[in-house]
């Protein structure tokens, strides 16, 4: 009906037609809600840590809108990414395996790309694969099954040629997924990567000063308000809050004055002096969270989230609408400015610590998850698919290949799956000082087995958090049973391994590293 003729028909008759429109939405969308078919919405964070949500700790960002759906919903305290950097994790996201199952082990295309090394690393990766296969069953092609309108929104980094990208792995419309890992094009502060032009090929340009997150999340609302009438699965893989720092001018502002009154020197805001260190020198230490830019980044990730949220309550589809919250992997705290902190857990991104694998996750569904609840259920990425799955047909069962579990259904019997081991194979270096590494979380326990010289490293981590006691040596049983429960893994999932580096040199890098200083 065009505006010309609703400013011409008499007012009373306009009333008639504005109430048989309300009358005809409201209609549909009780009907959507008592469809046992709800609506998914996956919001995936980029680099975010565990202790970057106020919820979590932090006392310098803001993210009131991720603390209310928290208290609308339930918090996870151990929740974890399937690898501590972000291909892995997404390829995992997308499938319900371990990362090594799919063969995506490091970020595409990793730091030692074509078997390059660099002369202090001791190892060398076996290749990893520079895609999520075709062959895979996507979550989003299971939604596609079962009659779900498809949207994606943000970062892939799945994928280097089209033909892998999310228009091929299930998504009927994809705005800005591709091969990228980050925004591209940066020009200064305000023009290139988040501000338009964005440089990707899946996204077309914006008006002058446009932020690419409130972007995504445009194309997110009208997804929604174009497809209220049938069921969707929505994820906004947001590309935020990885680098390049960058963010609305005002929010900088903003947190530039809350940073002066902390008044913390430079001198304590990093740590220098720790042996991994030496090797680069942008690998330092944050003590603080204090970065303006960053905080800027979060609280303007937060406010779109509750954009998102207040369309679906809006449109009445928050009645039946599963909501999960994550992050991809740690936060980045160790390298490439080191802009956050995921104290009290040790390290970030790119290590095996819990810093980089242990990650936030908030879910809500009206009716199925009792609102305000915490739960210290260890859980992984892997366990997404199952958990869509089956909300999206409730007849799903889960192929053998599947690592993941059932959330929903974990959560009904907690003591029972507290102990339920979860793994991780990271035999990649990372751009922040990580080093090859397979671990092994069950129960209280986590192993950490270090390639480099075959060392292992056992904690409490219900305890001990901080991961600061390495319990090894004195607790030799639970060290050698987590040892060779995870070798068994290994080899059932025949985990590649690393070879020796054969240019290994470590003082004649160390010696150029000071001529350069």
């Known amino acids: 009906m065009s505006s010309s003729f609703y400013n011409k028909v008499p007012v009373s008759f306009k009333h008639i037609i504005a109430n048989y429109f309300f009358l005809f939405f409201y209609l549909n969308t009780i009907a959507q809600s008592s469809n046992q078919q709800p609506n998914i919405v996956v919001i995936l964070a980029d680099d975010l840590g565990w202790a970057d949500l106020t919820s979590y700790g932090s006392n310098f960002y803001e993210t009131p809108n991720l603390d209310k759906l928290a208290t609308m919903g339930i918090r996870f305290t151990q929740n974890y990414a399937t690898c501590p950097v972000c291909s892995p994790t997404r390829a995992s996201m997308m499938t319900g395996k371990y990362p090594v199952k799919t063969g995506v082990t490091d970020w595409i295309r990793g730091r030692q790309e074509n078997g390059k090394a660099m002369p202090y690393e001791k190892l060398i990766a076996q290749p990893t694969a520079y895609q999520l296969a075709l062959e895979e069953n996507t979550i989003s092609e299971f939604a596609l099954e079962n009659e779900y309108k498809t949207f994606f929104a943000g970062k892939w980094h799945l994928g280097e040629e089209e033909k892998y990208w999310p228009d091929y792995q299930g998504f009927q419309i994809n705005k800005g997924g591709w091969s990228k890992g980050s925004p591209t094009g940066r020009i200064n502060d305000s023009t290139g990567g988040y501000f338009t032009p964005y440089k990707n090929p899946k996204l077309s340009d914006g008006p002058s000063g446009e932020y690419l997150t409130d972007r995504l999340t445009n194309e997110c609302i009208e997804f929604i308000d174009n497809n209220r009438q049938s069921p969707f699965f929505l994820m906004y893989s947001l590309y935020a809050v990885h ?275």
Do not use: C
Not at 267 to 281: G, S
């Open 243 to 517: 680098n390049p720092l960058q963010a609305p001018e005002a929010l900088i502002k903003k947190y530039e004055a809350k940073q002066k009154q902390l008044d913390i020197k430079n001198k304590d805001r990093f740590a220098k002096d720790e042996v991994w260190m030496k090797n680069e020198n942008g690998w330092k230490q944050r003590l603080v969270q204090d970065n303006p830019v960053y905080a800027a980044m979060i609280e303007n990730m937060d406010w779109n989230i509750g954009r998102i949220f207040e369309k679906l309550k809006q449109s009445g589809l928050d009645e039946n609408t599963l909501i999960i919250f994550t992050s991809d992997n740690g936060g980045l705290s160790t390298a490439e400015g080191s802009p956050t902190v995921n104290g009290p857990l040790r390290a970030g991104k790119g290590w095996l610590y819990e810093g980089g694998i242990r990650v936030p996750l908030i879910m809500y569904w009206k009716g199925k998850i009792i609102a305000g609840t915490t739960s210290d259920l260890p859980v992984s990425t892997a366990d997404f698919f199952p958990t869509i799955a089956k909300a999206i047909n409730k007849n799903y069962q889960k192929d053998r290949s599947i690592d993941g579990k059932n959330i929903i259904q974990l959560l009904e019997k907690p003591k029972v799956y507290q102990k339920r081991p979860i793994f991780w194979h990271y035999p990649h270096y990372s751009n922040q000082g990580g080093k090859p590494g397979s671990a092994i979380r069950k129960g209280k326990y986590k192993l950490i087995y270090n390639y480099e010289d075959e060392s292992i490293e056992l904690y409490d981590i219900v305890n001990d958090i901080s991961e600061k006691n390495n319990i090894a040596a004195s607790n030799k049983k639970n060290a050698n049973q987590l040892k060779h429960k995870l070798f068994q893994w290994l080899k059932k999932t025949a985990a590649l391994i690393p070879n020796k580096n054969p240019g290994y040199d470590p003082a004649g890098v160390i010696q150029a590293r000071k001529q350069d200083e």
